[in-house]
């Protein structure tokens, strides 16, 4: 069982990338998939790794944090069994590593609302991918 997150990258203020997270060894769509992230230097600062997006596996409803509502979008593709995550109009603050991770239940709603702990509640994390947004 492995998930693994690709696709980031340095990108200019404004510009656009697409992360995948690809799953192998179990299927996707019995799964919610959260997307998360971690800027620079947080994870040494004991900070928990913030909820952007999640997709749920009962429903196909989306969901996504105040800060990047309207500018990222997250998608499910079963046949390729990878999850993928748009990101438009990328900011500087949206500089950080990136996260899939996969869980059982109605996690969505607490991952985009940053509840406390909900990064326990997945079962299955990529590796993470660095995104890097500047000039």
């Known amino acids: 069982v492995q998930l693994q997150a690709y696709g980031g990258g340095l990108v200019q203020p404004g510009g656009s990338l697409r992360l995948s997270c690809a799953a192998s060894?179990?299927?996707?769509?019995?799964?919610?998939i959260g997307w998360f992230r971690q800027a620079p230097g947080k994870e040494r600062e004991g900070e928990e790794r913030?909820?952007?997006?999640?997709?749920?596996?009962?429903?196909?409803?989306?969901y996504y944090t105040d800060s990047v509502k309207g500018r990222f979008t997250i998608s499910r593709d079963n046949a390729q069994n990878t999850v993928y995550l748009q990101m438009n109009n990328l900011k500087p603050e949206d500089t950080a590593v990136y996260y899939c991770?996969?869980?059982?239940?109605?996690?969505?709603?607490?991952?985009?609302?940053?509840?406390?702990?909900?990064?326990?509640?997945?079962?299955?994390w990529g590796q993470g991918t660095l995104v890097t947004v500047s000039s």
């Open positions: 060894g179990f299927t996707l769509d019995s799964y919610t």
């Open positions: 991770a996969a869980g059982v239940g109605f996690l969505c709603r607490a991952t985009v609302a940053r509840a406390q702990g909900i990064t326990w509640s997945y079962d299955h």
């Open positions: 913030e909820g952007v997006s999640c997709i749920s596996s009962a429903t196909g409803s989306t």
